[in-house]
């Protein structure tokens, strides 16, 4: 097997007609029927070494090898694709291929990266082809709280103005405690000699106007003679921790700095 073929789901304008700045997984929820015959296209995943020729939805792969969709049936390839009702039981591309009228109209305007301008795909009357609303999906209600923190923490990044500056509370040969100040859950970046790389999240609940984190460190300790450096991930202020003499090893297992059953050694 070279690839694996997923069909994506159409989305339809839910009766939008202007643009909003809420994610599309808020601000569109209806789509067409699942077995609709605009769902019957999607996106491969490919081994790139199988690949000869790659495309924007099918690519062609070397002699012998071949594509499976999540049914596992093999040829999942224009045309046979197009002949196929589409399954979503497994997987599912969601595609907002239209948006509001307003962003859609915006959208022929800039022709296509895959046709010539003078596309159906790109016409003005196409939009009613591909504004199907039969059903409501919510399988990407789950993602939402987390998106719309990314979202935050991008525009936090774009304007320039870091989000807080961490703190390092607890320090032991395997485990790093520290806190930040931040109204929104942040990644924490930790670099070991300019060679060992982690991130952590730091999503926890806020506790006094902090949000605390742990780094276990057992895959690679702490040695007399690191250096380390932690910042949030995508920029900001650069805290340094310099290990002079050996470290304590800290309790298992044990609750960060700013928790309800923290116990200070």
């Keep these: 097997v070279g690839g694996l073929f997923l069909y994506w789901k159409n989305f339809g304008s839910s009766g939008h007609e202007d643009f909003d700045s809420q994610p599309v997984i808020s601000r569109f929820r209806r789509c067409a029927a699942g077995n609709a015959r605009i769902n019957r296209e999607g996106k491969s995943f490919l081994r790139a070494r199988d690949v000869v020729r790659a495309g924007i939805h099918y690519s062609e792969l070397i002699r012998g090898q071949y594509q499976i969709d999540t049914e596992k049936i093999k040829g999942c390839v224009n045309p046979v694709v197009s002949e196929r009702e589409p399954s979503h039981q497994l997987a599912q591309i969601n595609h907002y291929i239209i948006k509001s009228k307003q962003e859609y109209t915006e959208k022929i305007s800039r022709g296509s990266a895959g046709r010539h301008s003078s596309s159906p795909l790109r016409a003005v009357d196409a939009f009613a082809k591909f504004d199907q609303n039969d059903e409501e999906d919510h399988i990407a209600d789950r993602w939402q709280t987390e998106v719309l923190e990314e979202l935050a923490t991008l525009k936090s990044l774009l304007s320039g103005e870091p989000e807080g500056e961490i703190e390092l509370v607890e320090t032991y040969w395997n485990a790093v405690y520290g806190r930040v100040r931040s109204d929104r859950p942040v990644d924490i970046r930790l670099l070991i000699n300019n060679r060992f790389e ?60 700013g928790s309800a059953n923290y116990q200070a050694d």
């Design 198 to 257: 982690f991130f952590r999240p730091c999503r926890g609940p806020m506790n006094d106007g902090y949000r605390y984190f742990r780094f276990d460190l057992y895959q690679r300790p702490l040695n007399p003679g690191d250096e380390a450096c932690f910042q949030l991930r995508g920029g900001g202020p650069v805290t340094w921790l310099k290990v002079d003499s050996p470290l304590q090893p800290d309790r298992p297992r044990r609750p960060p700095p």
